[in-house]
């Protein structure tokens, strides 16, 4: 409820399996703004996979970034005066419950706002929020 971007509304149940089969290995990508600075070690142990309810997560792509541009959150991120943030993009395979939010906090990085940006090759682009584009079908193979 509180991950804001891309949210992909289908009815057709073929491109909904490809886009959802793990065999596809359909990475979706997101923007983390992370309450410290993140760090090597930190940036290492997320690509490798964390250890969430007794099992690891599959290797991310995770990169620091630049604060992206933005529209303004309705509701404000947590701020406080003496601890830095910093953002991070993170593409992962799975889809375990709050995945994203879990991984940086397992990692002592806890995440205050998230974005998807993307979902496989459908991208979030320059979209706003409560705005929608229809999308070609992208090619199943």
Not at 9 to 36: C, F, I
Not at 72 to 95: A, D, L, Q, Y
Not at 107 to 123: D, N
Request: hydrophobic share 35%.
């Amino acid at each position: 409820m509180n991950t804001e971007g891309l949210l992909l509304l289908t009815d057709d149940g073929d491109l909904n399996h490809w886009m959802a089969s793990p065999k596809n290995r359909m990475y979706k990508t997101y923007w983390a703004q992370v309450e410290g600075t993140a760090d090597e070690e930190q940036i290492k142990e997320l690509k490798m996979g964390v250890l969430l309810d007794g099992r690891s997560t599959l290797p991310a792509k995770v990169k620091t970034i630049e604060e992206p541009k933005l529209w303004e959150r309705p509701k404000p991120i947590r701020f406080r005066k003496n601890v830095p943030t910093s953002w991070i993009e993170i593409s992962i395979m799975e889809g375990q419950n709050r995945q994203v939010r879990r991984m940086t906090a397992a990692v002592k990085l806890p995440c205050l706002r998230l974005i998807r940006v993307s979902i496989g090759p459908i991208m979030l682009g320059n979209l706003e929020p409560g705005k929608y584009k229809i999308i070609p079908k992208p090619r199943i193979s």
